[in-house]
Every structure is written in structure tokens, then in C-alpha cells.
């Protein structure tokens, strides 16, 4: 017997849990997008943030339904204001690996208080901007929560 207690089984339990498991898709968009498209985009995707890809497909930004319903406020025409003028941009742009625990990327997510973390790796050729694989999310966390639950065994 190892002696260790039960919370410190749950702890090692949780922290063997990698982002590469449960990340889901990622819905992105081009910065020329129109804050009117995104807003559609979101509904259609069920999704509460987009993430900004340049025209060659690196990571450039973030839109959360916030960012959204700001852009809403003002007086412009929703259709003719691009996500990249509104979005958090690059290199603020809280980010995880594949490799990366599940943990880790939770932790992320409540010291920054933002409800998504896009999963990353280094884009092909060109060194230090991001190719976009995958999401963590919020829900992804309450998912992988629930599974514990039901897998703990007494
Ligand atoms: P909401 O704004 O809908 O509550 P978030 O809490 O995720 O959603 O976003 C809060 C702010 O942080 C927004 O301005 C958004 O653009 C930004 N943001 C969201 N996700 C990230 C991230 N991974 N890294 C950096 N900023 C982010």
C-alpha cells in the first residue's frame, strides 16, 4: 500500500489528464471578417468565442461574445467592421499545447479569466507564430469533471 491518502490519488488522477485528449474543434475566422458574420457564426457554431486566423492561417486573435456584444453597442454597421479591429490580438493571446495537462490549462483559464484557451503548435515554417489545433473550453473542464465523478470507484 502507498499510503497515499485519497485526495492525493484524485490529485495525480487529475493531473494525468492531457489537453491532446479533450480538446475540441476550434471555429475560426479570417480578420476581414465582419463583426455581423462572427455574431452569426457564433450562433450557428454553439460556440462562445471565435478564434482570428491571418490569411495564411496563423493565429492572430480572440473574439468572445463580449467583444461582440461591445461592437453591438456603438453606432456602426455591423457588416462593414472586421472581427480584427475589435478582437484581443497577438502576443496577448492566452494560449495551451497538446502536451500540455488539462490541469494546466484549467489554472490558465481562471488566473487570466477568459472561458477558452485555444490548443496550439508552432506554425510550419514560420517560427514564432501559432497554428490553431484545437480548443479547451470551460464546458470542456465541466466534461472532464463529470467523467471523474463517475469513474471514481469507493
Ligand atoms: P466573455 O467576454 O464573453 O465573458 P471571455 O471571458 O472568454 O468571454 O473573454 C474576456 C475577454 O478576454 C474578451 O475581451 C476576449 O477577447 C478575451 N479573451 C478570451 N479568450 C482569451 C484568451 N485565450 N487569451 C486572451 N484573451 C482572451
Known sequence: YSGKTANQLLGEHI?????KEYKSLPIVVKEETSVYDAICTMFLEDVGS???IKKEGQ??????RKDLLQAAMGKQDLSSVPVGV???RMPNIITCRPE????????QMMRHQVDSLPVVRDFPESPGDLEIIGRISKTTIVKAFVEL?????M
Not at 465523478?149 to 470507484?153: H, L, P, Y
Open 86 to 88: 475589435i478582437m484581443t
Open 59 to 64: 493565429l492572430s486573435g480572440v473574439i468572445s
Open 100 to 107: 500540455d495537462t488539462l490541469y494546466h490549462a484549467a489554472l
Open 50 to 52: 471565435l478564434y482570428v
Open 149 to 153: 465523478g463517475q469513474n471514481v470507484k
Open 15 to 19: 493531473r494525468n489528464l492531457y489537453v
